[in-house]
């Protein structure tokens, strides 16, 4: 292997694979998930610097984590640096993660209009003061995600990758889409690979793994240092141990079948159920999970409306449990590279 640099936090593989920052999806239970079924770090949905600065309470909770998460990164955004150095401040006393991580990369219009997220691509000076105050304010090893450009033409993923070394960032994670492809088109991994030989920082490939193989296809791409999994985690946690295991050459575990996956989603679910103050709620939010477990299943469209209808809890276990009953000798799984293009991403961050 060419190009290991060393990582500013603990990671157990010389190549960690890392759980994507996600708004609404990468919340504490799914990173415990993703955690125990073989992703090696994990960094939070983004939080507004102004938000965690005025201590206001739905951000605060956001930043709750537990033991069993790390390695973990909190990621900010925000485009003025003497708040996103405040932000810093707290996160680094209070919640004490691995490491804080700047968003560069959000291409919400509601974040991107204040600068905040890719908005900063457009200029890279503030960029470089964001960098800086942000480092100046934490002993912990602060790290970026960007995006390659702003636009296609001011796309440039090795220019700003330097911008932000010089600056004082450990780790650089690029998603290597500009901020206008939004999520359309396909993710650059030249420039992945690009970035990762002009930089002396460990650099973190993003963009369009699907399956385990992706993972294995993006390194040898690239030869990045780490290699990170967005939307491919979706209702199938067991994406990193599978990778882990044709990364390191050995036995692939099998992809869990009807049953196992109930289990794994039941597993979720009551994490859910210990970490949210609002049961209710918390059974709406994980609709979507629900969902992506169950797709490519036989019958799963029948499934999946009985799943988007839940209003509490108590009632998916005796779904499954109908399903496996009706199901019992024909339930396989369908799922194929394919199947999980359609997540719908219109809000992402
Ligand atoms: C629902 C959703 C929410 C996201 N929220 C964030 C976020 O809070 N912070 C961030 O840096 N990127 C966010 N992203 C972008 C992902 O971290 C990642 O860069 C992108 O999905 C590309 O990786 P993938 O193709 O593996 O999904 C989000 C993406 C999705 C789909």
């Given at each position: 292997m060419s190009n290991i640099k060393t990582f500013p936090y603990p990671v157990p593989h010389a190549v960690p694979i890392f759980?994507?920052?996600?708004a609404g999806v990468s919340e504490s239970p799914f990173r415990r998930l993703c955690r125990a079924h073989g992703a090696d770090v994990v960094v939070t949905e983004f939080l507004s610097a102004e938000g965690i600065r005025r201590e206001n309470e739905a951000t605060l909770s956001k930043l709750r984590f537990s033991a069993d998460e790390r390695t973990i990164g909190v990621q900010i955004f925000g485009a003025d640096p003497a708040a996103m150095a405040d932000a810093a401040a707290l996160v680094t006393d209070v919640f004490q993660p691995e490491f804080v991580d700047i968003n560069f990369g959000c291409p919400v219009k509601k974040v991107v209009k204040r600068n905040g997220g890719s908005g900063c691509l457009r200029d890279l000076s503030l960029v470089r003061d964001v960098i800086k105050a942000v480092s100046a304010a934490t002993h912990l090893p602060?790290?970026?995600k960007v995006r390659s450009g702003w636009n296609e033409e001011m796309r440039d993923p090795v220019k700003i990758g330097l911008v932000c070394q010089d600056a004082g960032a450990r780790v650089l994670t690029l998603h290597a889409r500009t901020r206008t492809q939004m999520y359309t088109g396909k993710a650059n991994w030249d420039e992945i690979a690009a970035v990762a030989e002009a930089l002396d920082i460990p650099v973190v490939g993003n963009g369009d793994i699907k399956s385990p193989e992706d993972v294995v296809r993006m390194y040898e791409h690239t030869r990045a240092s780490g290699i990170m999994v967005g939307r491919g985690s979706f209702g199938q946690p067991w994406i990193?141990?599978?990778a882990r295991a044709l990364l390191d050459g050995l036995p692939v575990p099998e992809t869990p079948g009807v049953e196992g996956r109930f289990a794994v989603a039941l597993d979720h679910m009551r994490m859910v159920?210990?970490?949210e103050v609002d049961?209710?709620?918390?059974?709406?939010?994980?609709r979507k999970h629900?969902?992506?477990?169950?797709?490519g299943l036989f019958n799963s469209a029948d499934l999946r409306k009985k799943l988007h209808q839940v209003t509490s809890?108590?009632?998916?276990?005796?779904?499954?449990?109908?399903?496996?009953?009706?199901?019992?000798?024909?339930?396989?799984?369908?799922?194929?590279d394919g199947e999980r293009d359609e997540v719908a991403v219109d809000e992402a961050a």
């Open positions: 759980l994507a920052p996600m602060v790290t970026v990193f141990n599978q159920q210990e970490y049961p209710d709620g918390a059974a709406y939010e994980f629900l969902g992506w477990y169950v797709k809890f108590s009632q998916v276990e005796g779904i499954f449990a109908d399903y496996l009953a009706d199901h019992s000798e024909r339930a396989r799984v369908l799922t194929g």
